[in-house]
């Protein structure tokens, strides 16, 4: 094991499979010479030079093109959006093309391709750079959507995503970059798609939070711990596939139900899950399941304000009080 | 392997039914389908047929009984076979321990017999009257009734009615914590201990259990009730000792809770008041004989009900349900019309009564009071009704109070038409009279316009061409 901060456990993912396998190559903006803006390439060009990590024009559409071209081909491409939110510019390479053309061949063309960069708020980096992306890919069959909230997490779950032979939206965090744990160094080390981990046990109700909520609803649980209540956390890791059966499984045990999510509340990948827990999961409810999520609206440039905006500790903290009825 | 004959489930609300009389004896071969057994829940007399054919070896429910639903009444096997090991197990399986398969059965025991007879929970709005079963009773009485999914879950789970709880969420819903509560409090019995305090009004939690940790056995719950009996015989009754009169008991059937609970929730729940009337029926009854020479049969009844119907129309508030935070004055004429049976009572429903003709009533209510008696009514028959009306003039009654059908708000009692003296224009003549008593919920109407409505019923009756 070593402490690695999460976009080092990228870095290092990302190299170690470029070395095992010579298929797999990088493409994106500023990734080369910079490293990255976070960092997630930093050395890599020096070591596979430009062939294997390709800087690219600022033009998404193009090289997400070339990217699927490539992977149906027989490459293995991993490619860097710098935000998350520039993946609106290739969403007809990305919906129309991506997601389809296995099903286009009759099952016949694999798409080993690897879709990586980070989203939401953290760094003021307002309304085109703080957006949350995922119910986009989680709405159109054919990807894959990974969400690590931990460092090692983001290790286990990128091997996986380089690995399969489909493609993966890998969706990482700005704000968790910096956050660093013990990481495996087993070059094997992979988590699979659809096991959501437990973060935290509890019996009286279950927080389900993805990415950077994920702290926050930990920190909840303290505060509700203090008022006995015990909440059970609980990360999915891929939205798609979701691991519901580790859901209901505690919903079972605790009845009642909190989602929360960085992204818009209105329509988003929590109303997903709350649905599924309803339709599977009745019978254990003794309350509505709450929803947590940003407001309806733009993300602001203000710091401040994109907190207001997002779901706070205190917000999970009063919702999960609510379905216990105190 | 003989087959078990239980006491079938005859409706979404059936938690028990009342073995009426056994069709077959023991010994008798049966076929299976053949009627073996008649039943009564609160709803209906049915004949149920053997499950199975071969030999009616067994019959360990007698006539009378309340069984719960699912519990082993007899059985059925081939001639001679040995069926002790199944008897062992029945009785058995109703002193065992409160976990594993006895579970359904106390669970029903409880709701069935056990839950306290608190008044029946409403459904929204205007439906639901006589149809509420037995074990729909509930601690709080107005408004509708909420319970978690988890509660009911948990509810079932442990054998508790989860309607006879009361609620500490929102709106008075009853959530898991509220059935854990009343799980922690509740005396452990077995189901048959239940059944037995409940038949003998023994409050289980007075018993002393003499099973494992106290758990109550049907032994005790007999010997409870059994004391409490001699205790009172020996203060009070030594003059009359000697006299064999002893009491008969008569299972609280299905119906007869039924109607008991709701009545009582009627009385607790609205303000009953009442007006009365007389009405000089001269024309009414001059009418009917013209329709009748003319070969239109309708009744007196019918008439009242046509005037009834019109009378609501023009004063809905009369037509009307109160609910927590809005008087509804319901869009449709549904009036009840109550029938009386050999046991009890069944008010069906004479829908869009206003809409009706007169022949058009005649027909329907002749429809409704034959499928009444013959225990024929669907659900649909007995629902949704709006206002009620109630005729005991075959009994000569001057006139009577009838108690309102809940969740309406007024019921028209209608005595005999009888030849009496009457004052008219200052004459001493006599005239065909009938005596109408109102009784309304004065929560919600007040004594002018209840008063307003009785009396355009009078207007009608006395110009009946207006209902034409």
């Known amino acids: ?326 | 392997m003989a087959t078990k004959v239980i006491m079938p489930k005859q409706g979404l609300q059936m938690t028990e039914g009342t073995i009426i009389s056994w069709l077959a004896a023991e010994g008798d071969t049966v076929k299976e389908g053949d009627p073996i057994f008649e039943m009564e829940t609160d709803k209906l007399t049915i004949e149920i047929g053997a499950p199975a054919a071969g030999t009616l070896l067994k019959i360990v429910r007698g006539e009378g009984d309340v069984v719960p639903i699912t519990e082993t009444i007899a059985f059925i096997g081939e001639a001679g076979e040995d069926i002790s090991d199944l008897l062992a197990e029945l009785e058995s399986s109703s002193e065992s321990d409160e976990t594993g398969e006895t579970e359904p059965a106390e669970a029903i025991a409880e709701s069935g017999a056990g839950g306290p007879s608190g008044p029946v929970a409403e459904s929204s709005a205007p439906a639901a009257t006589t149809e509420q079963a037995a074990g729909g009773s509930r601690a709080t009485s107005d408004g509708p009734f909420y319970s978690s999914p988890r509660a009911r879950w948990k509810a079932e789970e442990r054998g508790l009615d989860v309607q006879a709880l009361a609620g500490s969420g929102p709106e008075g819903m009853v959530i898991e914590r509220d059935v854990l509560a009343a799980a922690e409090n509740r005396p452990k019995a077995t189901p048959l201990a239940r059944i037995h305090a409940a038949e003998s009004g023994t409050d289980l939690s007075s018993v002393e259990g003499t099973g494992p940790r106290g758990k109550i056995y049907r032994r005790d719950v007999d010997a409870a009730a059994a004391g409490t009996a001699a205790a009172g015989g020996a203060e009070g009754g030594r003059m009359f000792a000697a006299i064999p009169r002893e009491d008969r008991s008569i299972p609280l059937t299905g119906m007869r809770r039924t109607i008991s609970a709701r009545m009582r929730e009627s009385l607790d729940t609205a303000a009953q008041a009442v007006h009365r009337i007389e009405v000089d029926m001269s024309e009414t009854v001059r009418m009917r004989e013209r329709l009748k020479a003319a070969e239109v049969k309708v009744s007196y009844n019918d008439i009242i009900l046509k005037a009834v119907a019109e009378s609501l129309r023009t004063h809905p508030r009369m037509n009307s349900v109160l609910t927590e935070d809005a008087i509804i004055e319901h869009g449709r004429i549904n009036i009840g019309v109550a029938v009386a049976l050999d046991e009890g009572l069944i008010v069906p429903v004479l829908r869009d009564a206003d809409l009706l003709t007169l022949q058009g009533i005649h027909s329907e209510t002749r429809r409704l009071a034959e499928l009444a008696r013959t225990g024929g009514l669907s659900q649909e028959d007995y629902q949704g009704g709006t206002f009620s009306v109630s005729n005991l003039g075959m009994y000569d009654l001057d006139s009577f109070t009838a108690i309102i059908n809940r969740p309406e708000s007024g019921i028209l009692a209608v005595g005999a038409i009888k030849e009496k003296p009457a004052a008219v224009d200052g004459e001493l003549v006599i005239r065909p009279l009938c005596g109408l008593s109102l009784t309304y919920d004065h929560r919600i109407i007040d004594g002018a316009p209840a008063a307003d409505f009785l009396r355009s019923i009078k207007t009608l009756l006395e110009n009946p061409y207006l209902l034409l």
């Open chain 1, 1 to 326: 094991m070593s402490k690695k901060k999460y976009s080092a456990a990228i870095k290092d993912v990302i190299a170690e499979e470029m070395r095992a396998d010579s298929s797999v190559f990088v493409m994106g903006e500023d990734i080369g010479a910079l490293g990255g803006v976070f960092g997630c390439t930093r050395g890599l060009q020096q070591e596979f030079g430009k062939e294997r990590v390709r800087d690219t024009p600022i033009a998404e559409a193009g090289y997400v093109g070339t990217g699927i071209g490539a992977a149906l081909t027989g490459m293995r491409p991993i490619l860097d959006f710098m935000y998350l939110d520039f993946v609106y510019v290739a969403m007809d390479q990305l919906l129309n093309q991506a997601a389809k053309l296995r099903y286009m061949y009759g099952g016949r063309a694999s798409l080993p391709l690897v879709i990586r960069g980070q989203q939401g708020i953290g760094r003021g980096n307002a309304g085109t750079h703080s957006q949350s992306v995922e119910a986009f890919f989680t709405h159109i069959p054919g990807f894959k959507v990974a969400m690590p909230s931990t460092a090692s997490d983001a290790a286990g779950l990128l091997r996986t995503a380089i690995r399969d032979n489909n493609p993966v939206m890998f969706i990482e965090h700005k704000a968790l970059y910096a956050t660093s744990e013990e990481v495996p160094d087993d070059p094997e080390f992979a988590i699979p798609f659809g096991q959501a981990a437990v973060r935290r046990q509890g019996k009286d109700v279950t927080i389900i939070a993805t990415s950077l909520m994920v702290g926050r609803a930990l920190e909840a649980a303290e505060k509700l711990a203090a008022e006995g209540i015990e909440a059970e956390v609980i990360d999915p890791r891929t939205l798609l596939p979701l691991d519901l059966d580790t859901l209901l499984h505690s919903i079972e045990k605790t009845g009642r139900a909190v989602v929360v999510h960085e992204a818009h509340k209105n329509n988003g990948v929590g109303a997903e899950i709350a649905s599924q827990i309803m339709e599977s999961g009745f019978k254990y409810l003794d309350a509505p399941v709450v929803r947590l999520g940003a407001k309806p609206c733009t993300l602001p440039f203000s710091l401040v304000l994109e907190n207001a905006v997002v779901p706070g500790v205190e917000d999970i903290h009063t919702a999960a009080k609510q379905v216990c009825y105190k």
